[in-house]
């Protein structure tokens, strides 16, 4: 269903489609791709090992990188289990933390990311038990059962996407997130992307992804949110698709996320908050000058604000809030009031804390000693940069902790009474 002329940039409104034809449309495109797979028996027994557990809501994270979405569902999981101060400040803790974190009502079971160093991240914090798949998703034939399954596609052919999205082989990271839905059926599911999704062909992306979720099975509905209305230091939107499979979505609907944080509320959490401590002791960040494009625009917000958006990129991290702000000369131009010695970038540590990882959260550089120190560190700051912060991403989880913890109790509680009336 490809349009014959492509324009550069300009998007293609989706033919008015009914979902069966849509549903049709997506088969045949999975199928395609699902045929290009080579199946290995490798892989097979490496999904068959996970650990799974059946008084818990099983966990799959697609392109997880170092965690943060699935640290945030963990930590939300725990919150439905001991409360939600108890969560809090055990989470503040590691060693707290590890003898509690069992007792999250989520079980990450498999993760899939072809980032060597987020991996290796990933399996420095989380439990041995988690089978970490570094492999390319499209090559990738059987996925676990699960009840719950976490992931932020990459969407590089939206912005010229044809007649049908499936249709763009740009899009194929998109398909196979489908393809493991359609495969697993879990309760639910939940993506997490740029805002610019919503806005993309004047909306008509955004209404193409929600069509072709929904035909897997899923009531599936985009939330824009900001990461600072949630007690995150950092003006960050991003867009997460809830999906809630046909037959759950008949008891269960996802509520409108709720800020937490901001007027008539609880103050937003600043810079000064966040990271005013370690003003004497930030650890190591990215050095170097700075290029015309970065001081096109301010790069620094003061310690009574939250933080720019932190970025996948060392070279592209804001400034301390320290010294001077920075003077607008023109446009497209502005000033290092004191000079560049003056000026620094946010280091390692201090974007760590403001996408709220915990302090004891530890980061792979991946231990290449050829490698220089900003290359080194730039790995570091990509893995940041790309995670979901993790209290944002614990508070769109809360309501399916919350609903899954009830749940199991439910079945648990009617368990125990059939086999005590067995006993009369």
Same mark, same amino acid.
């Given at each position: 269903m490809k349009l014959e002329e492509r324009g550069r940039g300009k998007f293609k409104p989706a033919l008015n489609l009914s979902q069966e034809e849509v549903k049709q449309i997506l088969m045949e495109k999975i199928a395609e791709e699902t045929a290009l797979i080579i199946d290995n028996q490798q892989d097979e027994e490496l999904v068959q090992s996970v650990f799974r557990r059946h008084d818990k809501y099983n966990v799959v994270g697609l392109f997880s990188g170092c965690g943060g979405l699935d640290l945030g569902f963990e930590l939300a999981g725990l919150a439905a289990v001991i409360g939600e101060e108890a969560a809090l400040k055990a989470f503040s803790n590691e060693e707290t933390y590890k003898q509690v974190r069992e007792q999250s009502i989520f079980h990450t079971i498999y993760t899939n990311d072809l980032f060597k160093e987020a991996n290796q991240t990933y399996k420095l914090n989380f439990p041995d038990h988690v089978i970490q798949h570094q492999k390319d998703i499209r090559k990738v034939a059987h996925f676990p059962l699960c009840n719950v399954m976490l992931g932020g596609f990459p969407c590089p052919g939206f912005s010229e996407a044809g007649p049908r999205l499936v249709d763009d082989e740009r899009n194929f990271?998109?398909?196979?997130?489908?393809?493991? !839905? !359609?495969?697993?059926?879990?309760?639910?599911?939940?993506?997490?992307?740029?805002?610019?999704?919503?806005?993309?062909?004047?909306?008509?992306?955004?209404?193409?992804? #929600?069509?072709?979720?929904?035909?897997?099975?899923?009531?599936?509905?985009?939330?824009?949110?900001?990461?600072?209305?949630?007690? #995150?230091?950092?003006?960050?939107?991003?867009?997460?698709?809830?999906? #809630?499979?046909?037959?759950?979505?008949?008891?269960?609907?996802?509520?409108?996320?709720?800020?937490?944080?901001?007027?008539?509320?609880?103050?937003? #959490?600043?810079?000064?908050?966040?990271?005013?401590?370690?003003?004497?002791?930030?650890?190591?960040?990215?050095?170097?000058?700075?290029?015309?494009?970065?001081?096109?625009?301010?790069?620094?917000?003061?310690?009574?604000?939250?933080?720019?958006?932190?970025?996948?990129?060392?070279?592209?991290?804001?400034?301390?809030?320290?010294?001077?702000?920075?003077?607008?000369?023109?446009?497209?131009?502005? !000033?290092?009031?004191?000079?560049?010695?003056?000026?620094?970038?946010?280091?390692?540590?201090?974007?760590?804390?403001?996408?709220?990882?915990?302090?004891?959260?530890?980061?792979?550089?991946?231990?290449?000693?050829?490698?220089?120190?900003?290359?080194?560190?730039?790995?570091?700051?990509?893995?940041?940069?790309?995670?979901?912060?993790?209290? !944002?991403?614990?508070?769109?989880?809360?309501?399916?902790?919350?609903?899954?913890?009830?749940?199991?109790?439910?079945?648990?509680?009617?368990?125990?009474?059939?086999?005590?009336?067995?006993?009369?």
């Open positions: 990271l998109y398909i196979h997130f489908i393809r493991a !839905l !359609l495969q697993t059926q879990p309760e639910f599911f939940v993506a997490e992307n740029v805002k610019g999704m919503m806005t993309l062909g004047k909306g008509e992306v955004i209404k193409q992804i #929600v069509e072709d979720f929904k035909s897997a099975g899923y009531e599936v509905t985009p939330y824009l949110v900001n990461s600072r209305d949630f007690g #995150v230091p950092q003006l960050r939107e991003r867009v997460f698709l809830i999906g #809630v499979r046909n037959d759950i979505a008949q008891e269960f609907v996802y509520p409108q996320p709720q800020p937490t944080h901001g007027e008539g509320l609880k103050p937003y #959490v600043t810079l000064k908050d966040a990271i005013g401590d370690l003003q004497d002791d930030p650890g190591p960040y990215y050095t170097g000058s700075y290029s015309t494009i970065y001081l096109s625009r301010n790069r620094k917000k003061r310690w009574d604000e939250q933080s720019f958006t932190i970025q996948a990129s060392g070279r592209q991290a804001p400034l301390h809030p320290g010294g001077s702000p920075m003077e607008k000369a023109g446009k497209d131009k502005w !000033l290092l009031i004191g000079g560049e010695e003056q000026n620094r970038r946010l280091s390692v540590k201090e974007i760590a804390r403001i996408q709220t990882f915990p302090d004891w959260f530890k980061f792979s550089d991946g231990g290449n000693t050829r490698m220089s120190i900003n290359g080194s560190l730039d790995k570091i700051y990509k893995q940041i940069g790309n995670a979901v912060p993790v209290l !944002l991403a614990k508070h769109i989880a809360q309501p399916i902790a919350n609903y899954a913890y009830n749940k199991l109790n439910t079945n648990n509680n009617v368990n125990e009474t059939a086999i005590q009336t067995s006993f009369i």
